[in-house]
């Protein structure tokens, strides 16, 4: 079987953020949570300290300050399906993939390992980019370009690429069922922030009317579980 491979020289940064933002896709109860790529686990810090946390992560130096950070956490240092047998099986209430999935080459292996490692009634949390952003539209059906940059949409570490449909296809095709799917990180951005969020209506609206709703985002949060019938 071919084996996953991830790009792990990132900018400065890249693997220390939080991501608050995936806090509403969590399920109300857990004990057991599995962060996959989960940098210096950053994220484990929103959650209770009764909870049971694991973090794998490839990068050797984010693992190191992730054991500083977080004493109590389990880091697993490399790439997930070499470390897998190093997981219990049948044990997570919640497998955390935050802008994960695109860097994997096989995602249907992945989603193997994610039901083998899930509870039965356990769930996959997970933020995946949107390709169909309006900054890549542009990009593309504007400037006619495809450039790959060090973060974002087209992040050069990126081998997969996702739009809402296609999601929703992977996890079909992978015996998984959507509880809550939502766009996050919207280029209106705060609307309390009125002024600025009235320029981004302005200057967005006829772009959004003509391809729809879903290039606003910068990601798709969403929180699955597997079919019963599997």
């Not at 996953?4 to 509403?24: A, F, I």
Request: glycine share 6%.
């Amino acid at each position: 079987m071919k084996e996953n491979k991830v790009v792990t020289s990132v900018p400065q940064g890249y693997r220390s953020s939080g991501r608050d933002d995936m806090l509403e896709f969590m399920p109300e109860i857990y004990k057991t949570v599995l962060e996959i790529g989960c940098g210096e686990g950053e994220f484990s810090k929103n959650l209770n300290q009764f909870v049971e946390y694991w973090g794998v992560e490839p990068d050797a130096d984010a693992i190191a300050l992730g054991r500083d950070k977080n004493s109590r956490a389990n880091f697993l240092e490399g790439l997930f399906p070499n470390i897998e047998k190093e997981l219990p099986d049948r044990y997570f209430d919640v497998i955390v993939c935050n802008d994960i999935i695109e860097h994997v080459e096989n995602t249907d292996e992945l989603f193997k390992y994610f039901r083998k490692k899930l509870k039965k009634d356990g769930c996959l949390v997970a933020s995946i980019p949107n390709i169909r952003h309006i900054s890549h539209l542009k990009e593309m059906l504007v400037f006619k370009d495809w450039e790959y940059k060090d973060s974002g949409i087209l992040d050069r570490t990126h081998l997969r690429f996702f739009t809402q449909k296609s999601i929703l296809t992977l996890l079909e095709r992978n015996h998984f069922e959507i509880i809550r799917i939502k766009g996050i990180n919207s280029i209106y951005g705060d609307k309390e922030k009125s002024i600025s969020w009235i320029k981004s209506i302005l200057k967005y609206s006829i772009p959004i009317f003509i391809f729809g709703q879903d290039i606003q985002y910068m990601q798709f949060g969403l929180q699955a579980r597997i079919k019963e019938e599997c």
